[in-house]
């Protein structure tokens, strides 16, 4: 039982301190959020895809816009690329799985849209690919990643958590998920909703 209690309390630890360490980046997620709230003044749109936790993690992203953070107000119009298995499958059989989210992007994204891209390891292809269309039509693109991969050099806003494991990498994503979603709710619609997020509830 100790060394269980012992694990548990290693692996809080490790996450908190990633996560306290998003303060490092309190430039880059306020930028990100900043980019979001002027695309949506403007008409435009947010996009969001990944793979396994990270599609989770872009689901979860877009349901805080399009639904609610905190505040009940208008829906914003934010679409995970992920959640349409009819189109996911029909790319992938009929073109490659490299490809599920550049057709995608190449079929919906126009000039002045915010495209996220969330890869933990910074080299998945498929992400790549879909922030490489995205910037060909004119999108702001954003990653969020770990402390390696391609990707970092590739989109123009880049959240980078200083850590090459996957869990904690996705734990640290999801608080900046969040924050960003708050400054969006808040800048766009007043009131504030730090730390009262109510998705789902």
């Known amino acids: 039982m100790r060394g269980k209690k012992k694990a548990v309390a290693d692996?809080?630890?490790?996450?908190?301190a990633l996560c306290a360490a998003l303060a490092d980046q309190a430039g880059v997620i306020a930028d990100i959020a900043g980019a979001m709230v002027r695309a949506l003044r403007q008409g435009r749109k947010v996009l969001l895809f990944?793979?396994?936790?990270?599609?989770?993690?872009?689901e979860h992203i877009a349901g805080e816009l399009a639904g609610k953070f905190a505040l009940?107000?208008?829906?914003?119009?934010?679409?995970?690329?992920?959640?349409n298995t009819a189109s996911l499958t029909a790319i992938a059989n009929d073109f490659s799985y490299e490809d599920v989210f550049a057709r995608q992007v190449r079929g919906l994204v126009a000039k002045g849209d915010v495209v996220?891209?969330?890869?933990?390891?910074?080299?998945?292809?498929?992400?790549?690919?879909?922030?490489?269309?995205?910037?060909?039509?004119?999108?702001?693109?954003?990653?969020?990643?770990?402390?390696r991969g391609a990707l970092r050099t590739r989109a123009r806003l880049v959240l980078s958590i200083p850590s090459t494991s996957t869990p904690r990498i996705?734990?640290?994503?999801?608080?900046?998920?969040?924050i960003i979603c708050s400054i969006v709710e808040t800048s766009l619609f007043g009131g504030s909703s730090a730390g009262q997020g109510a998705a789902g509830r």
Do not use: K
């Open 11 to 16: 692996q809080a630890r490790e996450s908190a």
């Open 50 to 58: 990944g793979n396994g936790g990270s599609a989770a993690d872009a």
């Open 72 to 83: 009940y107000r208008e829906p914003l119009p934010a679409i995970a690329l992920t959640t």
């Open 116 to 147: 996220v891209g969330l890869s933990t390891s910074g080299d998945s292809p498929n992400v790549i690919r879909a922030i490489d269309a995205a910037t060909e039509r004119g999108a702001i693109t954003v990653a969020f990643t770990g402390s």
């Open 170 to 178: 996705q734990e640290a994503h999801m608080l900046a998920g969040h």
